[in-house]
């Protein structure tokens, strides 16, 4: 809560210089760079994005090694660049040539952008998200573990840069929700609760024998597999 806490205020406004205006010219469209673009929540906000194209831009997009996915993504929204793990699959190489996209860092993307959305698992949101707040950008932040090993040096990429956080997924967001106006001295305890993974109706000596198999069968979210069995284990809730 000590890392997000302090965002609970207006974001500046922050726009790259050259921004795109919309058919009509009335409302810059935002250029958003989505890291982890084939996951869950890269997925969903592309969802978002389509409905509304006239008020957003993708501008980049970063994915591990799910190139098909990525190549589909690239041929239908033509970023500017992309990130993907490992050597591109023919599919992408192509997709990226028709697209006349390339091949870039997350840090690079991130500066490139309005707002990037930090949609990647574990410590690969680090680096952009740092980039981004000392850059003065709110950043749309999905990842949880950024805050967990790193608030402190996230808070103070924030205080110094002038940047904010934007929480869109799951409890920190809620935490976000609620502490929006709120004074702290109102404030004597958050309570989270589990909606639960795999798990969520197992006794505790269910839970002696279970497997990675088990673990990776979430009832809800087609997620992947670090974070479905973070989920399984709660380990997503530290």
């Known amino acids: 809560l000590?890392?997000?806490?302090?965002?609970?205020r207006p974001a500046p406004r922050c726009r790259a210089a050259g921004a795109s205006r919309t058919i009509e010219g009335m409302?810059?469209?935002?250029?958003v760079a989505i890291l982890g673009s084939t996951g869950s929540i890269g997925r969903q906000a592309?969802?978002?994005i389509r409905q509304f194209p006239d008020r957003w831009e993708v501008v980049a997009l970063a994915a591990?090694?799910?190139h098909e996915l990525l190549a589909a993504q690239v041929d239908e929204f033509r970023p500017s660049w992309a990130s993907w793990e490992g050597a591109a699959s023919g599919a992408l190489a192509d997709a990226m040539e028709q697209a006349r996209s390339r091949r870039s860092d997350t840090v690079e993307m991130v500066l490139a952008c309005d707002i990037p959305l930090v949609g990647t698992a574990g410590a690969a949101g680090l680096a952009p998200t740092l980039t981004a707040l000392r850059a003065g950008?709110?950043?749309?932040?999905?990842?949880?573990?950024?805050l967990v090993m790193a608030g402190h040096i996230v808070r103070r990429a924030m205080e110094t840069g002038g940047g904010a956080l934007h929480p869109v997924d799951s409890e920190h967001s809620a935490i976000w929700q609620c502490l929006w106006g709120e004074e702290s001295h109102g404030i004597r305890r958050i309570l989270l609760t589990a909606s639960g993974g795999a798990f969520r109706d197992f006794d505790r000596s269910a839970l002696a024998g279970v497997t990675a198999e088990q673990a990776l069968n979430h009832p809800t979210w087609n997620m992947g597999r670090k974070i479905t069995v973070d989920s399984a284990t709660l380990m997503n809730k530290g």
């Open 27 to 31: 409302t810059d469209r935002k250029k």
């Open 46 to 48: 592309l969802d978002v």
């Open 137 to 146: 950008k709110p950043v749309a932040i999905a990842n949880k573990e950024v």
């Open 2 to 8: 000590t890392a997000i806490r302090p965002i609970a």
């Open 64 to 66: 591990g090694r799910n």
